[in-house]
């Protein structure tokens, strides 16, 4: 069964920090490289791709509206993967949803499989 369950979201004053956390089912989660995406709130934003993590936990990729302020991080032994957002932003305002990931993710441009979990909602006020 898949299973992906985010959580940590909350409201937070720009400039503050918040943890998510993703709890993966075995299946999806085993082996494969994981990633952290969001869709915010406006009409027509479509979900996107915010950095991903390695098996090993050792390669990580960002996009460049988060590098330096997002860090991902996994415990394999846990089946979860966290992302740690530093120095919000009111534009990081989203739901943040993690899925496995594959292809081309070193060049941030990763394949996946259109499952998800129901997500967090992260905002960020001014």
């Known amino acids: 069964q898949v299973q992906l369950v985010e959580s940590g979201g909350g409201l937070v004053q720009a400039g503050g920090s918040l943890r998510l956390s993703c709890a993966a089912s075995?299946?999806?989660?085993?082996?494969?490289?994981m990633g952290w995406f969001r869709q915010a709130p406006e009409p027509g934003k479509e979900r996107e791709f915010v950095?991903?993590?390695?098996?090993?936990?050792?390669?990580?990729r960002y996009v460049d509206s988060v590098k330096g302020r997002f860090t991902i991080s996994r415990d394999n032994a846990k089946n979860r993967v966290y992302l740690q957002m530093n120095s919000l932003r009111p534009e990081d305002t989203a739901v943040y949803y993690c899925?496995?990931?594959?292809?081309?993710?070193?060049?941030?441009?990763?394949?996946?499989?259109?499952?998800w979990g129901q997500g967090t909602q992260v905002t960020v006020s001014s």
């Open positions: 899925n496995a990931v594959r292809g081309n993710w070193l060049a941030l441009a990763p394949s996946f499989d259109n499952y």
């Open positions: 075995g299946r999806i989660f085993s082996g494969n490289v």
């Open positions: 950095g991903a993590i390695g098996w090993s936990g050792v390669i990580t």
